[in-house]
């Protein structure tokens, strides 16, 4: 069946042809395979660029619970060995300044909150530095090595009432799963030897999500991002700040605007902050440069896609992590100023990585060389290190090697144009064992975001599951609709005031386009996403009748309860609906336009909803919503529910079986 939106398509596919299937020996991968997936996450280079510890997580499917523990590489030898032992949830590892210590956060016992660790590496075991009630958020070393800055929750005012009694509290913007008031954290210190705890900031304002703090060489100021208090929706207003250590005065970096993060240079005098282009917390964030006086020095719009990760070099340029295309690079930024510190030329520089894609998770040495999490079409994650000097990263970690043993799928970019004429491209994931002479079941599994990118790397969780449906025999399409961010401002912004429809005219076209390569098979096509995939799965199922099976999880098909219910409520709606607001007659019809639900009648497609009973971002009501609007009218529809708190599990069965759920409604209707 024609969907009933027309499409205009071209298609261009780079690599189409796919390798050989490799050795007969080779295994199929499967769910139990992927349980020995090894993740690496937060490098940190010692600051005389010998060392990288980095956090090693596993997952202990017996215990539903993921180990973690902290890694030491001697960057010459490759020689690794763990240096925490016994340590339950290691996390956030930072050098001091000398590089004779190593403090982290780590939970003293189960279900307990993190506290300030500090290991010694002439030895001996770590010594906890905190005990703060709610725990430890994050933290920073004070230039002299001599005390910290950290974040903690403010404490639960004191009562005279029982234990068990539950008091009233005001609502604002909190989401509708909230059961007590939203606590500020504050910004204290402490010396490295545990004494001396001294509260910094107070009252309302609070650190923005994510809680980074930072000092400036001197020691005598914090940078902070901020925002008005401590309700979670108010992200929106953040402002990077300098704090005075000792008062605990406050001053923006900038007069006017908002920004979603910030990077010190070395020598503390500017402060790269992620401005966004749009206004939009939820839109393209660019670089743009300040100094300590509250002068912009110069701003990056010039590098022209959404910044995901940032930090200074040592020689003052600005190292940046995108999207671009179906790859995450990095960039070097290197201004040279023209008039009123705008940049005449940013002389952007795409760093040459290889085969290697950058996992926006890196750290840079004193001397400039980096350490960072990358990424290949085969390999999930491992710690790479970029000399200073330049050439290929080299490979430190081989955490994943198993995966040789295993038939992997190839995975190559695609491109194809939408209806109106809009560049759309994607990644296409084939079945192992790939003959070019058949056709096959095709899967779409899009992303969420819907302000993100599907890249070609293995990846952990969408990766794995493209690896799991391609080992079972389909073809996957994970396109990059517009409103994702590897291709530019005008792209993403694209999606603006069509957040649903215009995405989902480009997935349509997608569909288009890998049928007219002759190796679908028409009849067995299906379509699956979590977040705003979900969204545009409920969408795309009422507007297209050729589908043979889908998968909507966590989705947002109701876009007048997500701006009512959820942690991220009224703004997000508002900001990707183009300004119209939910509560007036027009606003209220637009919202109902871009609305999945609105088109429940016409689906035809047996779909299997999921989500997280404690989803605070896309609430499960929005779910039952649309199982009642199916199944009253005698669709096929499956509703399960995760007793999880938040947008996807955490654990490792929680997610195992998310994704033993999504392959195996295909398995059941694709047949």
């Known amino acids: 069946m024609r969907p009933l939106f027309p499409v205009a398509v071209a298609v261009g596919v780079l690599a189409a042809t796919v390798a050989p299937a490799g050795p007969a020996d080779l295994k199929p991968l499967t769910f139990e395979a992927l349980r020995g997936l090894v993740t690496v996450r937060e490098p940190q280079i010692s600051p005389d660029g010998k060392r990288i510890a980095y956090v090693r997580a596993t997952g202990d499917y017996k215990a539903d619970r993921t180990d973690t523990e902290l890694v030491l590489i001697e960057v010459a030898s490759g020689i690794r060995r763990v240096i925490t032992h016994d340590r339950i949830g290691v996390h956030a590892p930072r050098w001091s300044p000398s590089g004779d210590r190593i403090a982290y956060l780590a939970s003293p016992a189960r279900s307990k909150p993190a506290q300030l660790y500090v290991l010694s590496m002439s030895g001996g075991d770590s010594e906890k530095i905190t005990g703060v009630k709610g725990g430890v958020e994050s933290f920073d070393w004070r230039p002299d090595g001599n005390a910290f800055a950290y974040l903690a929750k403010d404490d639960p005012p004191k009562s005279k ?31 490295a030897d545990g004494k001396g705890a001294k509260q910094i900031t107070k009252g309302e304002l609070a650190p923005a999500g994510g809680g980074e703090l930072r000092w400036l060489p001197d020691g005598t100021a914090l940078v902070m991002t901020m925002q008005p208090d401590a309700v979670f929706a108010h992200l929106t207003k953040s402002r990077t700040m300098i704090v005075d250590a000792e008062t605990g005065a406050a001053r923006p970096v900038r007069r006017e605007g908002t920004d979603r ?76 100023l023209g008039v009123d510190y705008i940049p005449a030329d940013l002389n952007p520089k795409k760093v040459d990585l290889g085969e290697v894609d950058f996992g926006a998770d890196a750290t840079v040495a004193r001397d400039g060389a980096i350490a960072f999490v990358g990424q290949r ?55 192992t064992g790939y003959d070019a002479t058949k056709k096959y079941p095709l899967v779409l599994v899009i992303h969420g975001g819907p302000v993100s990118t599907s890249t070609w790397d293995f990846g952990t969780i969408e990766g794995g599951l493209c690896q799991i449906l391609a080992a079972r025999g ?53 379509v699956s996403g979590w977040s705003g995939g979900g969204l545009q799965t409920g969408w795309l199922v009422g507007h297209a009748s050729y589908w043979r099976a889908a998968v909507a999880g966590a989705g947002v098909y109701d876009w007048w309860e997500q701006a009512v219910l959820a942690d991220i409520n009224e703004q997000f709606a508002i900001d990707f609906l183009g300004g119209a607001s939910p509560w007036t007659k027009e606003g209220r019809a637009a919202f109902a336009a871009e609305s999945p639900i609105t088109f429940a009648a ?41 007793p999880r708190a938040g947008h996807f599990p955490t654990d490792p069965v929680g997610r195992e079986t998310v994704l033993r759920q999504w392959a195996g409604w295909f398995e059941q209707w694709m047949k």
């Open 161 to 191: 009432a029982p234990e068990e009694y539950v008091p009233a509290f005001p609502v604002t913007d909190e989401h509708f799963l909230t059961r007590e008031p939203s606590r500020p954290s504050h910004a204290w210190t402490i010396g």
């Open 377 to 431: 079409r085969d390999d999930p994650n491992e710690i790479y290190l970029l000399a200073a000097s330049g050439g290929a990263p080299r490979k430190l970690t081989s955490e994943n090697a198993f995966l040789a043993g295993y038939a992997l799928a190839k995975r190559d970019r695609v491109d194809w144009t939408s209806d109106d004429g809009t560049k759309v491209n994607g990644v296409l994931t084939y079945p």
């Open 602 to 642: 016409n689906v035809r497609t047996p779909l299997l909803i999921l989500s997280d009973t404690g989803d605070q971002r896309v609430p499960i009501a929005q779910s039952y919503a649309l199982y009642h609007a199916l199944r009253d009218r005698g669709r096929t529809v499956k509703f399960v529910a995760f």
């Open 474 to 526: 389909y073809l996957v399409l994970q396109p990059n609709y517009r409103g994702s961010d590897n291709a530019g401002d005008a792209f993403l912004q694209a999606i603006v005031p069509h957040v649903t429809s215009g995405p989902g005219r480009d997935n349509l076209a997608g569909v288009e386009a890998i049928k007219k390569l002759g190796i679908v098979d028409e009849s067995r096509i299906g």
């Open 261 to 336: 993060g910030f990077a010190l240079s070395r020598d503390g005098k500017q402060i790269a902050l992620a401005a966004p282009r749009h206004g939009s917390a939820y839109l393209q964030r660019d670089i743009r440069v300040w100094d300590t006086a509250e002068h912009d020095v110069w701003h990056g719009d010039l590098l022209d896609r959404n910044v995901h990760w940032f930090d200074f070099a040592p020689d003052g340029s600005v190292l940046v992590g995108t999207a671009d295309g179906v790859r995450s690079v990095l960039w070097k930024l290197t201004p040279q």
